[in-house]
């Protein structure tokens, strides 16, 4: 297979067949097979199963010591399950992933959930220890570095709601740990996240504005600036890994693990 | 059955038979049942199946409407599966809800996170339209008013990281989504969260302290006071659910949706 095109993976979370996502995921598809291969994962219809378990640590389930150092060993040693080696290829390969799903409770559904939970084995989303430093690797410095993400999510509440000061929560805030502390944790440089408001009451002129606004952003993905989290081996946090109190001084709200904030 | 006593329902969500968190929920749970009855939905243990799908939409899967629609038709005909079913009869009788799971990626394991999505159903958890008033009831105002809820959650990092300006976050905001989008949205009163940190490494002698602060927090639940969050409907908010300008002035913070704050 060629690589002279660069890589794509695009998870998608949806449970219907015939869905707003499911127009939003063809379309945002299509453009991005104009520049990329892409691989995916639409984990509904592959029947992932997100519940981690100590199946997932080793091929008996019973090997000694803690749940990490037994996660560990089964990464380091290729013991882990075939639907999660795949998954790990399809991630490593990939120049760009775009996960696109429906905010559910304010975050994303089970499935999606499990496959961070899974995929993410120690070893390879965390717990990276770099052979050449001893340092462990991870929050802008994890193994993924290089790979660049696209979260794509629909809600109901309007923009209002889900912005700064709505009573919902502000949505960067509300998936700081997916942006944060699990995709830049693992070195995955983050875009601005792609929000669909309103969208329990789409239209077909609604949904046309939405695919062609989802087409233009994926169309121009190579020339977005990521979110500039501040990396923590920047200097910007102390030794008890809390923001250097001379940086935004007064604030804790979560923006300020941004630079420039 | 007697319904002398107050109920109770204990979530558990860790994949481990021995581990902090059995030994943690055993002492817990004994604690618990010195003065209520105590039903367990132990999730792994019971094998729940957390990916809402469109079966729980309806006995086909195929009725006519759109998702949510479908949803709160399954809930008002009682239509749910049984899996469903027995998890809403826990809730709703339960006066108190433990709720103990590790923290997997600055959130809930997926087994959980997907004991949210189909349990709290449209017309359940949310989509509760008053029959007396017309009115959606949501945002401290659920169906589930009257219950309140203990988070209970252990996780590898220090108290600091997890602090106020700490890098990954700090646990009120990264919870934010679970304890208010989910917990008070639907009306539960949630108490201050009991956070286990530096979880990974612990000795018997740890464990022996963090049982003792878990069964001391259990044996006085009745005297605590939830978290003060403003309702939708006291007069905080706009007509475009954002926090009134004159409250908290300037501030985007997470805190400015607690009273007080």
């Known amino acids: 297979m060629s690589r002279s095109r660069p890589q794509a993976l695009y998870v998608l979370a949806h449970p219907e067949q015939h869905s707003l996502n499911r127009e939003l995921f063809a379309a945002a598809r299509a453009e991005l097979e104009r520049t990329h291969d892409v691989a995916v994962s639409d984990l509904y219809a592959m029947g992932f199963d997100p519940v981690l378990t100590t199946c997932d640590l080793g091929a008996s389930g019973r090997e000694p010591g803690t749940f990490l150092e037994r996660w560990g060993r089964a990464t380091a040693s290729r013991g882990l399950a075939s639907d999660i080696l795949d998954e790990q290829r399809k991630l490593r390969e ?15 559904p089970a499935i999606l959930k499990g496959w961070f939970d899974r995929v993410l084995t120690a070893g390879f989303g965390f717990d990276v220890v770099d052979p050449a430093t001893g340092r462990t690797r991870k929050y802008g410095d994890g193994l993924l570095t290089g790979t660049r993400a696209l979260i794509v999510v629909s809600f109901g509440e309007s923009a209002s709601a889900m912005g700064p000061r709505g009573i919902a929560g502000d949505l960067d805030s509300i998936l700081f740990g997916l942006i ?56 910007d946090y102390t030794r008890s890994r809390t923001l250097d109190p001379a940086i935004a001084p007064g604030r804790s709200d979560l923006a300020i693990h941004r630079r420039g904030d």
Request: no cysteine; hydrophobic share 45%; aromatic share 12%.
């Open 94 to 108: 990939a120049d760009v992933v775009v996960i696109q799903f429906p905010l559910w409770w304010y975050s994303v």
């Open 180 to 235: 944060h502390g699990t995709l830049f944790y693992t070195g995955v440089e983050v875009l601005p996240v792609h929000a669909i408001a309103d969208a329990d009451g789409f239209d077909s002129s609604d949904i046309a504005r939405e695919t062609a606004r989802l087409r233009a952003r994926i169309s121009g993905l190579a020339e977005e600036t990521p979110i500039p989290f501040r990396s923590m081996r920047g200097g």
